[in-house]
């Protein structure tokens, strides 16, 4: 069975800091894609990057970077230069590629930028 | 361009009422899905779809039903509304390869 874990219900990290968001996940699939998305206090979901599982290299857009350990099943979300505006709930996310089935979420990380 | 449209925004049922959430989608994509949101909580999947005629239960199936007459439309029936139905739901839809893209979410209140 898929699942998706993201250990740290809550962080708080000093504004301009990089912050660093925990997901491992297991699957027994070769083919997956593995994404993050930002929910802000609007509750609003918002796609932030997206790996596959045979990408060689890690994912980055602008401030966001994947680092992905396939050996280790882990895909951290790293946020760089973090802004008052990264404040949000985090959710990683899993589905396969080569076959029909659900995507399936963490239980997500929320994230405080202080002043 | 509209991608997902959910309607309605708010929703005030009184218990053992029912209701259908409306969801459309104008990306042409296969899978979409239902969720719910507690309070706090993380998503938990309702039901899904991967393709039109194609359902299959989530996590929280229990207390709501689907169809997918349409690669368009993927609408969320509550029967018998029940207090712990009071949530918020978003649905979603995407490609094989692409990410997700939500709905702005329903805010049901069951009362």
């Known amino acids: 069975a898929q699942k998706i874990t993201q250990t740290q219900p809550g962080m708080f990290v000093q504004e301009k800091e990089a912050v660093t968001l925990d997901c491992t996940y297991d699957?027994?699939?070769?083919?997956?894609?593995l994404f993050w998305y930002k929910q802000p206090s609007s509750g609003e979901m918002i796609f932030l990057i997206y790996?596959?599982?045979?990408?060689?290299q890690n994912a980055t857009e602008g401030r966001y970077s994947l680092n992905f350990q396939k050996a280790r099943k882990s895909a951290n979300l790293v946020i760089s230069a973090s802004q008052l505006g990264d404040s949000a709930m985090y959710f990683c996310a899993m589905r396969p590629m080569n076959r029909d089935d659900k995507i399936i979420f963490g239980k997500g990380t929320r994230l405080h930028i202080l002043p | 361009n509209a991608g997902v449209t959910q309607t309605p925004k708010f929703r005030i049922l009184k218990i053992g009422q029912s209701m259908t959430l409306q969801c459309a989608q104008d990306?042409?994509?296969?899978?979409m899905y239902w969720y719910r949101q507690d309070p706090g909580m993380g998503l938990k999947l309702i039901y899904y779809?991967?393709?039109?005629?194609?359902?299959d239960k989530g996590e929280v199936p229990n207390g709501y039903n689907v169809s997918r007459s349409t690669t368009e439309d993927f609408p969320l029936r509550l029967e018998l509304a029940a207090p712990s139905q009071t949530s918020v739901y978003f649905c979603?839809?995407?490609?094989?390869?692409?990410?997700?893209?939500f709905g702005d979410g329903t805010r049901l209140s069951i009362l």
């Open positions: 699957t027994s699939d070769q083919s997956y894609g």
């Open positions: 990306m042409n994509h296969n899978y």
């Open positions: 790996q596959g599982s045979y990408d060689e």
């Open positions: 779809s991967v393709g039109a005629g194609i359902t």
């Open positions: 979603a839809s995407g490609g094989s390869s692409q990410p997700q893209h």
